[in-house]
């Protein structure tokens, strides 16, 4: 806007324009002193007064007009006079259709009078918009025919004042962001022809004013309009399209789909019930959800309709999205917490996922959504309580015919019968209760058929695990008796065993004749040969009694030294070491957006070997095992804060945040599945018999499950969320290689790519020290060149040795097939470290103390040379350190040195390493180098095995060269 400097009236002006915000006091001086300068200078044609105060007014409503059309306007040129863009002030200047309407007057000192205002985009061009309200000052242009504000971004209602504008013809304010209700007074202009109100925000009905006169109105995409159209503008010419609205062109019903009610409030609950869904406790299928809710209400506008959807959390929807509910409700009686009864529409709902299979183990939520029917249509939900998956029974236990947990081959009782049973097992919803019947088997006297003949009622027991039934008759001789034990789990599945039958004893009475002397002898043979296979017996459980305790003894010893690593560990710089298993960090659910955690992965792939054909061998054996195998590796993947990405028949693809929860993971289902104790059924499958190592340790028992571990790195693997499952899908080359290393294993064995060895080495203990083992170079289908291939064999204090051949279905470039890599190859997973910020490294040299006093040196056979390298290869790759040899012949002299980048390390090393060498079980063939075992007072080892020194150095006084090694 061009002012005068000098002005003292035209500089306040400019910030009346600029800042709208300035007292009101100053601006009314501002006006009153513009107003009197135009009517001392008022001269002849010249723009009235009063017109240009309500101009002045109507400005100071922008927030800024910089750089919109109003920064032309001049307070000292005259409006009429043409240098006021977009003020009209002859009926000549207006659109043609107006013109008739219009009379150019004046008053009696010949002032001109504003008949329009043109400020939208025909005007204004390329500046930029006004922004601001409409003030009431507008409404003084008494003579204003022509108002356009269109496609601007005002905002605020439309003022009342503009009811004065009785000479407006056309009012266009469409395209702004103008809310309020509609003007009701737009009815009462009479010379007003059209309305143009669209893609605004004006909200609530159209008035019932807008049946007199004839304008014609556009009121679409005004998304917060409602309610039915007056009757006098339905199927008019009046009013053009309301799309975009939510009006309706005729009365509403609750149960309307166009249109909607005006009600402000969303629906409401019942005082009484609230709103509620009712869920079990326990979905008992992976596929199929039900559910049923009541309690929305809504008297204004009515429930127009429900939608649901399943979260993993409160309030979610991120596993199943929001779904319309399309099934009948039904009347029921429903009690609520007052203890009073009322009748209420209950909706009940039975879904069909298809495209979606739930997990057992995490908890689910149902939400439901009640829409009414508002213009817009308010909503209210509500969200269930916990549902948790269990798709099988409780696992079937061992059922006895007798009270006291054992089996006999007959009874003495005349009415009663005996059962008791092991407890039952449900790792998901746990076992609510059994039920027990009676049985008898009838003999028929003519044909010797059997009959099945129902004894008692169906006994409901709770968790009782033993009953005695009274019967109403005498138990027959010669007829068999059993019981039938079902075991009932929260989910309401059940899992029925048949006890082993008993029959009553017969009777002895009357004298004993020659074919019962003959039974008695037979009796007393067969007793004393019982008597011996009770001495063998007792003799059997002896031995079995030291194997538990040698066993005991084992597991105490591996605890005691994985307590030490744990505490050797806990205050080092390695994150997140806790007692235990270590700790994992959690793997993102899926959300609307791949999470960034996803960019670099550790995947793991597993499949049961030989599946087809332990299916086709006994398929009721295998749905058995594969329903074990399928509970254990779920309940590893929660543990271990795995993502499962996908099942296919009994193969698993699990994510992990780290390297270490992978492995973790794949350790402890290796030694879960080995622990378990299998049916004999699943046991006699060729694939999961019992295999045992050459001490009598078992290496095998159950199904044996192959393992690939590969860690993604960044760039290697790209993850979105499947359209309907809402799923993470994986894909790139990490995902191939994973599958490539998963295939490569035998079962029962764990394999490792390269870039996963090389994650897992940082932090060995979050894993629970796993033992590394280098299984050779291999060429896998994904990768151009040959890669290094490894192993996990045990973790550190537990052994569990398996022996495998080479790997399956790819090349091995690496050793040759008959060569074997000695322990410093094979164990010996670091690299070589680097020296810290004071080019050092730390060093351990080792030297076995104890050897035969008749030799000169220390002279180790091979075979005793190895076990110390992969003892020491074994501890020095837990704590980041490289075994070598100082010399060529420096293992077979007992000397031993590790490298470490950290004294701290080394030191670490050396109490490991000590306590292992105690544990360790050595040949009969190392005896000799081996000094007396010195127990404590409290029993445990101070000197056990082969007596070893440790010294530690750290030094930058070093240099590295590579030295020939005779054996490889």
Known sequence: ???????????????????????????????????????????????????????????????????TVLAAWDVNADPCAG?????????????????????????????????????????????????????????????????????????????????RLTQLQWLLLNSNQLTGLLPSYLGSLLKLHKAMLQNNKFYGSIPAGWCGGTVVYDVSNNYALCGPVPKCLVNSSRLGTIAGTYLSPTALSPDSS??????????????????????????????????????????????????????????????????????????????????????????????????????????????????????????????????????????????????????????????????????????????????????????????????????????????????????????????????QVTAVNGGGLNTTVKGQPISVERSMEGAVGAGKTALIVVMCGVGCLALGALLSVLIMRSSVHQQAMREKERQQEAKQLKALMYALVSHS????????????????????????????????????????????????????????????????????????????????????????????????????????????????????????????????????????????REGTVAVRLHNLTRHKVYAGPAVQIALDVSEAAHGGQIVLSEDAVAKLSENMAMAGFPVIRLVGLYQLPSIPCPVFLFSVTEVVGKPLRRQFTSLRKIKQVWPPQSYKLPPVLEYNINLPPLPNAS???????????????????????????????????????????????????????GIWTVAFQSSMDAMRFTHAAQMLLMHTHWPTSAQEFCGASVPSPDGRWLFQGPRVCMAVHESSDYFVSPIAVSHI
């Open 839 to 893: 080019n050092c490294l730390a060093f351990v040299c080792l030297r076995l103390a104890t050897y035969p006093k008749e030799k000169s040196k220390c002279d180790l056979p091979r075979s005793i040379q190895e076990k110390f390298e992969e003892v020491f290869a074994v501890q020095a790759q837990q704590f980041k350190g490289y075994l070598f040899q100082t010399h060529e012949n420096s293992f077979k002299e």
């Open 83 to 163: 240098q006021w863009p977009g003020v009209m002030c002859s009926c000549e200047d207006l659109p043609s259709s107006i013109q008739p309407g219009c009379h150019n007057t004046a008053n009696a000192s010949g002032s001109l009078r504003v008949k329009g205002l043109d400020l939208g985009p025909v005007v204004s061009g390329t500046s930029r918009p006004l922004e601001g309200t409409i003030l009431p000052a507008l409404g003084s242009l008494s003579e204003l025919a022509y108002l356009d504000l269109s496609n601007n971004k005002l905002s605020g209602t439309v003022p009342d004042a503009l009811a």
């Open 258 to 483: 166009i249109g909607g009610a005006c009600d402000l409030m969303p629906p409401d609950c019942d005082a009484d019930v609230g709103c509620t869904i009712w869920t079990p406790k326990y979905w008992t299928s992976q596929s199929i959800v039900t559910f049923n809710f009541t309690g929305f209400m809504d008297y204004e506008s009515g429930i127009s309709h429900y939608d649901w959807g399943i979260g993993s959390t409160p309030s979610a929807v991120d596993v199943f999205p929001l779904t319309r509910v399309t099934a009948d409700r039904v009347l029921k009686d429903i009690k609520y917490p007052s203890g009073g009864i009322k009748k209420m529409l209950v909706t009940p709902v039975v879904y069909n996922l298809t495209t979606l299979s739930l997990l057992e183990g995490p908890s689910y939520y149902v939400t439901v959504v009640a829409y009414n029917g508002a213009g817009p249509p308010l909503s209210t939900n509500t969200t269930s309580l916990p549902v948790k998956v269990d798709t099988s029974g409780p696992l079937p236990a061992a059922v006895y015919n007798t009270y006291n947990f054992q089996q006999a081959s007959t009874t003495d009782m005349a009415q009663s019968l005996q059962a008791s049973w092991d407890n039952f097992t449900d790792a998901q919803s746990g076992v609510a209760g059994y039920t027990v019947q009676f049985f008898q088997q009838a003999r028929s006297s003519r044909n010797g058929s059997i009959t099945l003949v129902n004894l008692t009622d169906l006994l409901e027991l709770g968790l009782v695990n033993r009953v005695q039934a009274k019967l109403g008759q005498k138990l027959q001789e010669g007829d068999m008796y059993f019981a």
């Open 573 to 712: 710089d390695m994150p997140g070491i806790q007692h235990g298993m270590g700790s994992s960090t959690l793997m993102a659910p899926p959300t609307q957006g791949a999470d960034a955690a996803d960019k670099e992965v550790a995947f793991v792939f597993t499949d049961i070997e030989s599946s087809t054909e332990l299916s086709n061998q006994d398929p009721d054996a295998f749905k058995q095992l594969q329903e074990v195998h399928d509970q254990i590796m779920r309940e590893g993947i929660a543990k271990h804060h795995g993502y499962e990405i996908i099942t296919e028949g009994d193969s698993f693809q699990v994510a992990f945040a780290t390297c270490q929860a992978a492995v973790a993971f794949c350790i402890d289902i290796q030694y879960r599945l080995l622990e378990m104790t299998w049916s004999k059924d699943v046991l006699k499958l060729n694939a999961c018999k019992a295999v045992r190592g050459s001490t009598g340790e078992i290496l095998f028992a159950g199904p044996r499950v192959r393992m690939g571990v590969h860690w993604a």
């Open 1 to 67: 806007m061009t002012l005068p400097q000098g002005n003292l009236a035209t500089r306040t002006m400019q910030n009346a324009f600029v800042v709208p915000t300035a007292c009101s006091t100053v601006l009314l001086a501002c006006r009153m002193l513009l107003l009197a300068l135009l009517v001392c200078q008022a001269q002849p044609n010249s723009t009235l007064p009063a017109d240009v105060d309500a101009l002045v007014g109507f400005v100071t409503g922008f927030t800024a007009v910089e750089g």
